[in-house]
């Protein structure tokens, strides 16, 4: 979703970084509102079941209308991206082949024009951008990686955390993992306005900035309850809005093709299910209380 709407925005010449924002925005959203629900549920019937078929009956409306699409958006958008950059292309090396005929063309021994050869120097280059282009491309999977782990551990595992070791009861438990996803859901909104004024590698260094201020409190006062509330509204506000910004931030570097965003979103993917699975045997061997070590230590890194 996030590569689609990027490609839509570049072929309509907009600033992607607002719209991207928002789109974050409503997924926060979301994670908002599902800490809530659930809690909602225990207290009406003591178990997930309503919070689950609530939530499951969320995916018909745009099951549905995802049936009267002609065709999948995501793939359309992105092969006009395509041809625009094939027709872009093109277009540059048929101005060059002008003017390497203008400058001259080298005659064979018969005295028959021959084509001029390529240029070793250009020819390697190319191959220098290609190379950059595609490790750039993986630097940013290998970031996404570790971001996309740290915002899925943190709000899966502040409620064990609150729980086990600060001793909570499972509802505060639970309003604290909710109070993560409000500082998303806020910052992520705040972003939208100052992606108008900041460019994306700015808001990237305040935003880690943040995370590691609000890690930090965490890991220093452990058994304060208090700044556990301060810490996750602090991390999940300046969280939100690294995923769009790096998007924006590898455009403006590299093209950001479809198979490109492909890899970025598989990083990520990829982090949102092996970063927590390590988190979550951490804790399980050593203790809860080895969540906040965890924390800070990806800020660190």
């Keep these: 979703l996030a590569e689609t709407t990027m490609v839509k925005l570049q072929k309509q010449e907009e600033r992607v970084g607002p719209f991207m924002q928002f789109l974050q925005a409503i997924y926060a959203l979301g994670g ?8 909602c549920s225990f207290e009406i019937s003591g178990s997930y079941a309503y919070a689950f078929w ?6 018909v409306p745009p099951g549905i209308m995802l049936l009267f699409l002609p065709e999948p958006l995501r793939m359309s958008m992105v092969s006009d991206s ?19 005929e203008s400058e001259g063309a080298i005659t064979d021994t018969d005295g028959d024009i021959a084509l001029d050869e390529e240029d070793p ?8 951008r290609r190379f950059y282009t595609r490790l750039l491309c993986v630097a940013f999977a290998v970031f996404l990686l570790w971001y996309v782990g740290a915002q ?20 505060i438990g639970r309003y604290i993992a909710s109070a993560n996803w409000a500082g ?16 994306a590698f700015s808001m990237v260094v305040i935003d880690l900035i943040g995370m590691m201020l609000g890690c930090a409190i965490l890991f220093f006062t452990r058994d304060w309850v208090y700044f556990v509330w301060i810490s996750s509204v602090m991390v999940g506000f300046c969280m939100a809005s690294v995923w769009p910004c ?9 093209p950001v093709t479809g198979n490109f965003a492909s890899v970025m979103v598989a990083g990520g993917s990829i982090g949102e299910f092996v970063i927590p699975a390590i988190q979550g045997n951490i804790m399980a061997a050593f203790g809860s209380y080895y969540f906040n070590h965890i924390m800070f230590a990806m800020t660190l890194l």
Excluded: C, D
């Design 54 to 59: 609530f939530f499951s009956a969320m995916y």
């Design 82 to 100: 395509l041809k625009r950059v094939q027709k872009q292309r093109k277009r540059e090396n048929a101005s060059r082949s002008s003017l390497s």
């Design 152 to 171: 899925v551990g943190y709000g899966m595992y502040i409620t064990t955390y609150a729980i086990n070791w600060l001793g909570t009861t499972p509802a």
């Design 32 to 39: 908002l509102l599902a800490p809530i629900l659930i809690q």
């Design 246 to 254: 790096m998007f924006v931030w590898a455009e403006s570097m590299i």
């Design 121 to 128: 120097v250009e020819l390697v280059k190319a191959g220098n």
């Design 184 to 199: 998303l859901f806020i910052g992520r909104f705040v972003a939208v306005p100052l992606s108008h004024v900041f460019n």
